[in-house]
């Protein structure tokens, strides 16, 4: 099943930066639902961006930004995580650094 979307509703998982690659673990009731385990290596994300919603992702993701990682081989995914922005910042942050991810902030 693709991670990517659900057609009626946001799926719920845990987002993970290891040293090697972003991670995307969904929860058990998703797990149950098929969706799978979803992973990006450092070096495979070309870029990392919010979309703005618009009226064809308006029954995936609502009326909120999504976050979206472009991998080198043109596919695209998107994600509805909480604070998309954040999350996005986060990433390039990452990507553009050469140790462990950052800490995770407190308001999160």
């Not at 099943?1 to 987002?15: C, L």
Request: proline share 7%.
């Amino acid at each position: 099943m693709p991670w990517k979307k659900s057609p009626f509703r946001a799926i719920g998982a845990w987002m993970y930066l290891t040293n090697r690659r972003v991670l995307l673990v969904p929860g058990s009731h998703e797990q149950f639902l098929g969706h799978k385990v979803w992973w990006a290596l450092r070096e495979d994300i070309a870029e990392v961006d919010t979309v703005d919603p618009t009226v064809k992702n308006l029954l995936v993701g609502g009326i909120r930004n999504m976050l979206k990682i472009e991998l080198q081989d043109g596919s695209v995914q998107l994600f509805n995580p909480y604070k998309p922005s954040k999350i996005a910042k986060e990433i390039r942050e990452w990507i553009s650094s050469e140790g462990e991810p950052a800490a995770p902030d407190a308001d999160r």
